[in-house]
């Protein structure tokens, strides 16, 4: 993409330029693209430590095993990053207008999606035997700082009028992202992480929330199938604008959340873990874990009905023409 040189000198009298402060940033984005695309293929490696004959090998580790399952999406995870942090470091240091408007889709997203994740690391904590007052004195100021205080401040950085007019300077016409709206775009950025986590599910046999049934195997692989292909077809239709669409994403959540309330507080944690069929060994891993004998309804609705209300909340961008 061509470079556009500012060619208003009335911006300059606007707003002060910003161009090295994302620059600096995109840097930071860019070196942290590389490294987590070097890590990436590096983490395929520790698959060998746990099949026969490695370091760390217990009887089961195999596809269907909990650990297999983590190294898994924690692999992908890395490959993600760099997808997502190598071209937006670069938009950075080319001053590419559609940067700001991704990367304020994805603080927001961090600040929608963190509230739940901090609330389960809490949960977490307090429930742990071997969590003290100390750790939780000592994680509360880091938690703090990585959510909300951080992703707060970029927000308000690349939100305000220097960035914007920095942005416009280099690059005057809208790309198409900005076309639309900065809360669809990030209720999007939701479902697609939901993508990412049903496949998660495959690999630990399949298991999904139905009704009050804990569906495994074929069967539930065959509804998670379904259920990422609806949710594709929903962000596919929501950047869209399409208000049927909208519909489609209110009635899912709507549907998995009561589904996975109704299913979770008939099933408890013990009874979640027999269900994905963990090999013995994985299993003795949990046994000293205090709330196995709890239900995880709390803790699995919660992020479903902040999705909920995300959804609901973008409705004023869909016409009903």
Known sequence: MAIFSPTHASFEAEAPDRSRMLRIIGGALLLLGITTAFIGPLEIQAFYLFIEGGQFHY?????????????????VGYYAM????????????????????????????????????????????????????????????????????LPWLLI??????????????WNPVPMWLERIPLRVRVVCVILLLYIVA??????????????????????????LDVAIL???????????QHVLAWRGALAYFGLLTLSTLITFVQHTYRETLAAMALPAREMEWFQDIPFLDWYPAPVVVAPLLVTLVCVLAIRRHFSES
């Open 230 to 240: 609806v949710l594709a077809a929903l962000i596919w239709g929501l950047a869209r």
């Open 59 to 75: 009887e089961g580790f195999r596809f269907g095993s909990f650990l297999f399952a983590y190294i898994t999406v924690q692999t």
């Open 82 to 149: 760099a997808a997502v942090c190598i071209p937006l470091g670069y938009a950075h240091l080319t001053l590419q207008r559609w940067a700001g408007a991704m990367m304020l889709t994805l603080l927001w997203f961090w600040m929608v999606a963190g509230f739940p994740l901090t609330v389960i690391l809490y949960l977490m904590l307090l429930t742990s035997k071997a969590t003290t007052l100390t750790d939780v004195a000592l994680t509360l100021p880091l938690t703090v700082i990585v959510y909300p205080a």
């Open 156 to 169: 308000r950085f690349y939100q305000g009028h220097a960035v914007q007019q920095t942005f416009a300077r």
């Open 198 to 223: 049903l496949h998660g599910l495959i690999l630990v046999n399949g298991v999904f929330p139905w009704f009050g049934v804990l569906l495994t195997g074929t069967t539930g692989i065959l509804a």
